[in-house]
């Protein structure tokens, strides 16, 4: 079991992922509104799932993932509206595990997020 932690700034995308997200009752889910905020909180998390937005104020969302309290502990997906394939790169090259741009089918990020999963509890058995 792992922990699925939201980070955007906008509260509407955040309750609408925590809806979508009631499929994985066995996942205690976590939201953040800024980057800023996961930032501070990330190395006494336990070890989980981030749906990171990447258009946030003060602290981006692949700026985020430079930190290495995202990368030692968690399996990030980076989620966004206005996306484009040197984004996606750059995400994927600061240690993203996938780059999810909106609208997605929520089957999409379903599946994303069950990868994730598989991925971090490959992880804690290595580790």
């Given at each position: ?35 800023i ?69 929520p ?21």
């Amino acid at each position: 079991m792992g922990s699925i932690y939201i980070v955007d700034d906008d509260p509407g995308a955040r309750e609408s992922l925590c809806q979508l997200l009631s499929v994985f009752p066995i996942h205690e889910v976590k939201t953040f509104s800024s980057g800023i905020a996961f930032a501070e909180s990330a190395a006494g998390l336990p070890p989980g799932v981030v749906l990171l937005d990447h258009h946030m104020p003060k602290l981006t969302g692949l700026e985020l993932l430079q930190m290495r309290q995202v990368h030692d502990r968690h399996v990030t997906i980076v989620i966004t509206g206005m996306g484009n394939p040197a984004m996606a790169a750059t995400a994927k090259q600061r240690g993203a595990f996938d780059f999810i741009e909106k609208p997605y089918p929520p089957g999409q990020l379903l599946d994303a997020i069950a990868r994730a999963m598989a991925r971090l509890d490959g992880d804690k058995a290595d580790g």
